[in-house]
């Protein structure tokens, strides 16, 4: 079986938890919906990042909280870029799937569509 990876990223209006948390469980079942083959048990790990003004919860809490309770997972701070996009939440999602790299759905939200315009629109 091939892994491949989910991209995702969404942004926050403000360091808040329940706007860090909110945002990436709505990140988490966008990704679900536009991945319907993706199953829980079939994700290897998954990678959070979060950009330097960001410091009020996990994303990690957000995936546990929608039951991915067994998924081995981290948090990290992005590099910080010059004019990168501020308050966003980055994921990587590690999946165990037989499908062809061009069949994965990649989800973008909010200001991050900024990010990766072209795969956005895929979507």
Request: glycine share 2%; with cysteine; net charge negative.
């Amino acid at each position: 079986m091939t892994t491949r990876g989910i991209r995702g990223a969404t942004t926050v209006s403000a360091d808040e938890r329940e706007s860090i948390l909110s945002a990436t469980r709505e990140l988490l079942t966008s990704i679900l919906e536009a991945n319907p083959d993706l199953r829980t048990e079939d994700i290897a790990s998954a990678v959070f990042t979060v950009t330097e003004d960001i410091a009020s919860a996990y994303p990690a809490l957000a995936a546990r909280q929608i039951g991915w309770d067994l998924v081995p997972m981290m948090c990290a701070r992005e590099i910080p870029v010059p004019d990168s996009l501020p308050l966003c939440i980055r994921a990587l999602i590690h999946w165990n799937t037989e499908l062809p790299q061009a069949d994965i759905h990649h989800v973008y939200l909010r200001d991050a569509v900024k990010l990766r315009p072209d795969l956005a629109a895929r979507a």
